[in-house]
């Protein structure tokens, strides 16, 4: 620390400089270092490289032969070695070979993600990764004569030094990996005076999450609270946002590599805890998240995918978290029309449309701790927009104006949810347009209803594997149908017997009284939509279904937007999954 401290102090390097272009690079290569000390803790893997090299260089000069190493730590000695050096060394050999995807190879090498009955006494399954599995792995690693030579020592133990002094402690080569994401403090006891000696405690709290499945690294320890409270901190330092104090006691931001960070801390939490959620850098193939082998007519989706953008239909993609809405609605923006300029909204960015897109009209916003929602919302009918896209619907004052400005604001939108079904969804938008804009209810759902045309829910199983569960269109329902009417006879008291004109009368009292009943069942709980699942997955044999033939006003709706070859495809498919129904 005292070496690479020095790095920042100020010398007259002038004293010892030939010339002005030695000088000049001296400064920049000071400046460049000076740089990577501050941003690497900002999670920059290419300013971690060049802080760990740095590290590597100063102990490389001072453990000048393997005895110097093996008294730091004995790589040799499976029991002696700490299980986080063992981690890193193991992760260290994958990388050589499979870059980012190390841990995820790793873990599909030794079954890690297979649940297991060790919890709760053995009595409940989970995900976990034991200190077991650790030592099988590294003794695998020794006895395939995987030679840890000098420089891979150096290397492993100039990583320990740099996440004790700059990273995420036993996270940071984790973050580096290719997963969904990781999060800290959500496990253990905390009041740690009412506990037994076997009682696990917040100091194992690492959890990794990998194909959807959020695995417990139960070996990694913590060495107190304020490691991890300095941790949370560190993920939270990019762009300075602000100190996440006591009565700020939650905070959502992002890291240098775009991933999302939820923090919390105590008094609001009972913990301090980070969720960190990491986002592809790359475009994955909407065709490729369709297409699992594993899965029978997978092209239903695709295709519903595919006309519903291309046809402009506003849809919601719903799912839980980890179903990969996101991931989805960034695949799915290929068959947006490239002449059409586009708008994002989120929280943090994570669509990052610019960078997949680079050729094409787009403009990524978000919230800020200055900026609303709404207002960036607002901002956006100003922009030119043709198609809104909206990372997230989660609060009411974005529902409200999603909903108000759909179909003003743009052509066509699409947006994601957490709803499980498209009533929850309906009922959810219009809850928030009268909670948060004082709507009356059924007007609220009327304009529901008039902007949400579709919905496919994404989804996935104990296994990880993600599927999409049902593929829906929402049927507004004819609310300009008939009152019953009253008898038109033209009845003359003179001209027919009393006991006829008397049934004419009762007759024409009945059909008042259902006039009456038919008017208060249309103001108060007539239903105003009804809901029909286009396709569905079946679970049990894998296999996406044709459920309900399309109504005819979705697919007029579709082929109105569609090029004459687009709609002879459409017809097609329609034709090919859908005809027997019919």
Not at 93 to 106: D, M, N, P, S
Not at 170 to 188: K, L, Q, V
Not at 316 to 345: P, W, Y
Not at 404 to 429: C, E, N, P, R, Y
Request: with cysteine; net charge negative.
């Amino acid at each position: 620390k005292e070496q690479l401290a020095k790095l920042d102090i100020d010398e007259d390097l002038e004293d010892f400089m030939i010339d002005d272009t030695e000088f000049m690079a001296a400064v920049e290569k000071r400046r460049s270092i000076v740089d990577s000390l501050k941003r690497c803790i900002e999670g920059r893997i290419s300013d971690k490289i060049k802080v760990k090299s740095l590290i590597n260089a100063i102990i490389s000069d001072i453990l000048v032969d393997n005895n110097m190493i093996t008294d730091i730590y004995n790589f040799e000695e499976v029991h002696l070695l700490p299980p986080s050096v063992k981690f890193e060394t193991i992760l260290h050999f994958a990388k050589k070979e499979y870059g980012r995807e190390a841990l995820k190879k790793v873990i599909e090498k030794y079954s890690v993600a297979a649940p297991k009955k060790i919890i709760e006494g053995g009595t409940k399954f989970s995900y976990v990764f034991t200190i077991e599995e650790l030592n099988i792995m590294y003794t695998d690693l020794l006895q395939n004569e995987v030679e840890i030579t000098r420089t891979d020592k150096l290397e492993i133990i100039s990583t320990m030094l740099y996440q004790q002094y700059k990273g995420f402690r036993c996270m940071d080569t984790i973050d580096e990996m290719d997963i969904d994401g990781w999060n800290i403090g959500t496990s253990g006891a905390v009041n740690l005076d009412f506990i037994s000696d076997d009682t696990m405690t917040f100091h194992n709290s690492a959890w990794v999450q990998l194909s959807g499945k959020y695995i417990h690294f139960r070996f990694l320890e913590f060495k107190d609270m304020q490691e991890i409270a300095n941790i949370v901190k560190l993920t939270l330092s990019y762009g300075s946002p602000g100190a996440l104090t006591a009565k700020k006691g939650i905070m959502v931001h992002q890291m240098a590599d775009m991933s999302r960070v939820a923090a919390v801390r105590p008094p609001v939490s009972d913990c301090w805890a980070v969720f960190v959620r990491k986002f592809s850098h790359s475009l994955v193939d909407i065709r490729t998240i369709c297409m699992n082998p594993k899965y029978k007519n997978a092209e239903i989706p695709y295709n519903w995918f595919k006309f519903f953008v291309k046809g402009q239909q506003i849809l919601a993609i719903t799912g839980r978290q980890s179903s990969g809405k996101t991931t989805v609605m960034k695949a799915t923006m290929e068959f947006i029309d490239a002449m059409l300029n586009i708008r994002t909204i989120e929280m943090s960015f994570e669509l990052n449309t610019r960078q997949h897109f680079p050729e094409r009209n787009a403009l990524g916003m978000k919230e800020t701790q200055f900026v609303s929602a709404t207002q960036i919302q607002d901002f956006c009918k100003k922009t030119d927009s043709a198609v809104t896209l909206l990372g997230e619907i989660a609060t009411n004052e974005v529902a409200a104006n999603a909903m108000q400005g759909a179909k003003v604001a743009s052509l066509f939108m699409m947006f994601t949810h957490h709803a499980i079904t498209m009533v929850d969804l309906i009922i959810a938008l219009r809850d928030s347009l009268v909670n948060g804009n004082g709507f009356e209810q059924r007007a609220a759902e009327k304009l529901v209803i008039e902007t949400v045309d579709v919905n496919i829910h994404a989804d996935f199983n104990t296994a990880g594997d993600r599927f999409f569960e049902r593929g829906t269109e929402r049927i507004i329902l004819d609310e300009v149908s008939d009152y019953p009417n009253l008898s038109k006879i033209e009845y003359n008291p003179n001209q027919i017997s009393n006991e006829f004109m008397n049934y004419l009368m009762l007759n024409d009292n009945k059909k008042m009284n259902e006039i009456t009943r038919e008017y208060y069942r249309r103001v108060t709980d007539r239903r105003q939509f009804v809901t029909s699942d286009l396709f569905i997955f079946d679970k049990e044999s894998m296999t996406y279904k044709p459920k309900n033939y399309p109504s005819a006003s979705l697919i007029e709706k579709i082929s109105k937007n569609l090029s004459k070859q687009e709609k002879k495809e459409f017809y097609e498919f329609i034709l090919k999954y859908y005809a027997k129904i019919a």
